[in-house]
């Protein structure tokens, strides 16, 4: 079975828009930056995926997705859903058999839970939806075959996945990551991502030190 990550990356000028009342502009491109640094070091130690893809306009992003050995998707869709469906025909080309849609403002992604998850048992046809700490929205895809279901991420859509996949005659699942539970809009995110950092050790290290020079910065 060949495994494709693809992770659809916004350019960091236009991210996290939310943060605004508590990051200034500049810090919320470096935040951005950080986040996906975290993400893909987590990408690169799980065996079981075979090449990550980043869909993406943003140079940073391209020079990032380079440093690591990475391919890139140019994104000329005008959405994260449609950039999603950009990397999911990218992994098809490539022969991939399976799919794994990553989001990439969840810097404290745990390679582990990573591969329990793709060493799940599933059938032909299966969409494992991995939603987000409010259960509504949806920060991981596991989609087998890659084209199962065409990606509808946004509000609402751990519901709008598994409807789908039913329909498509799949065999939808939600499964709870914790590390990938909480991804970054808000300040009440921001806010439960420094409390997590503080109290554990060894995780998201560029986020972590992104935040910490902010912190001594602002005081």
């Known amino acids: 079975m060949s ?15 939310r943060l605004a009342t508590a ?3 500049g810090h919320r491109r470096a935040l951005a930056e950080a986040m996906l640094s975290d993400c893909l070091l987590a990408l690169r130690r799980v065996p079981a995926i075979d090449e990550i893809c980043l869909v993406t306009a943003d140079p940073t992003a391209t020079r990032l997705a380079a440093e690591h050995g990475l391919t890139t998707v140019e994104d000329t869709g005008s959405s994260h859903s449609e950039a999603a469906s950009l990397g999911v025909a990218h992994a098809l080309s490539g022969g991939a058999t399976r799919v794994l849609l990553a989001a990439a403002d969840c810097p404290l992604i745990d390679p582990r839970e990573l591969d329990e998850l793709l060493a799940r048992p599933t059938p032909t ?3 494992l939806v991995v939603p987000d700490r409010h259960g ?5 895809l596991l ?3 890659p084209n199962v279901i065409t990606p509808a991420f946004g509000e609402g859509s751990r519901r709008r996945h598994t409807t789908t996949a039913a329909t498509a005659g799949a065999m939808p699942e939600v499964v709870a990551l914790p590390s990938m539970g909480l991804d970054i809009d808000t300040p009440e995110d921001l806010e439960m991502l420094v409390a997590t ?3 554990t050790r060894g995780r998201a290290a560029h986020t972590r030190g992104l935040l910490n020079q902010l912190t001594r910065a602002h005081g």
Do not use: Y
């Open 3 to 17: 495994t494709f990550a693809v992770i659809p990356v916004k350019r960091f000028e236009l991210a996290k828009q």
């Open 23 to 25: 990051i200034p502009g």
């Open 125 to 127: 046809r299966s969409v």
């Open 136 to 140: 509504d929205g949806t920060n991981a």
């Open 143 to 145: 989609l087998k075959p």
């Open 197 to 199: 950092l503080a109290a």
